[in-house]
């Protein structure tokens, strides 16, 4: 099907579709940047758990704000209502394929009580890292401390969100699995809980640039794979992870 009947699908003349599209991205940032400035003011202001949980709501709501227009406007379709059975669930740490930029957006939409693994660039940067920091996301400025600080998160009855492969996807079905939430879930003691992130669409997949129109509508869905527990052996644990999500996958279209 070519980009020209897609995009008649999403009711967008092709120029006005990438104008959306951009005016999305750009409604996005403008939303982070004010969310940040807002939590610039908080952080200090607030006990920790507190702004933790604040921190993580604003984060996520505002992720499920962008979700809501950009469904409305046709162009960007999404469907994670796999995730919400997980939503309350304490102690737990979800790990998914990438192919997208948008992923994280996704699975932080409608898992409030989770964190990310941020860039310690990233958190110590003065319009990105305030939202981060009050949310008390987990920094990877060490393997240790990242291990250290996602234990503690963990123990203390938050969710974990993340993406193995350490990369978006560039080969079929996925990039090896870096080993580090296996030893957090054997740390922390708690389970790990497969997510499989499909999409029929190239956008924001590693090497597509931001400013380029993708074929139309640009779909994304979420399925819940097996859970797996911890034990004594986590390579083992990471192997089988590996093995499932492979098995499991829906290859994206690469750029």
């Known amino acids: 099907m070519t980009t020209e009947r897609l995009v008649g699908r999403s009711h967008w003349p092709q120029p006005l579709a990438w104008a959306m599209l951009q005016l999305l991205l750009l409604g996005l940032g403008l939303m982070s940047l004010v969310w940040n400035l807002i939590a610039l003011v908080l952080h200090p202001l607030l006990a920790r758990d507190t702004g933790l949980r604040i921190g993580r709501a604003g984060i996520?709501?505002?992720?499920?704000?962008?979700?809501?227009?950009?469904?409305?406007?046709?162009?960007?379709?999404?469907?994670?209502?796999?995730?919400?059975?997980?939503?309350?669930?304490?102690?737990?740490?979800?790990?998914?394929?990438?192919?997208?930029?948008?992923?994280?957006?996704?699975l932080v939409a409608e898992l409030p009580r989770s964190a990310c693994v941020m860039k310690a660039s990233l958190a110590r940067n003065p319009f990105l890292g305030p939202g981060a920091r009050l949310a008390r996301y987990v920094r990877n400025d060490s393997p240790r401390r990242m291990v250290r600080e996602a234990v503690d998160d963990l123990r203390a009855g938050g969710q974990l969100v993340l993406f193995p492969e350490g990369t978006r996807t560039t080969r079929n079905p996925i990039n090896p699995l870096q080993l580090g939430f296996a030893a957090i879930a054997r740390r922390a003691g708690v389970p790990v809980q497969v997510v499989f992130i499909d999409t029929t669409s190239p956008y924001l997949a590693k090497g597509w640039p931001l400013w380029r129109l993708?074929?139309?509508?640009?779909?994304?869905?979420?399925?819940?794979?097996?859970?797996?527990?911890?034990?004594?052996?986590?390579?083992?644990?990471?192997?089988?992870?590996?093995?499932?999500?492979?098995?499991?996958?829906?290859?994206?279209?690469?750029?």
């Open 214 to 255: 993708p074929p139309l509508p640009i779909e994304f869905s979420v399925r819940l794979g097996r859970r797996f527990e911890p034990g004594a052996d986590f390579q083992h644990l990471v192997q089988e992870v590996e093995r499932h999500l492979a098995a499991g996958v829906r290859p994206a279209p690469r750029p």
């Open 60 to 106: 996520s709501r505002g992720y499920r704000l962008f979700w809501i227009v950009a469904r409305a406007s046709g162009l960007l379709q999404m469907d994670a209502r796999a995730l919400r059975p997980l939503a309350d669930e304490r102690g737990l740490i979800i790990v998914a394929n990438h192919p997208s930029l948008l992923d994280a957006l996704m």
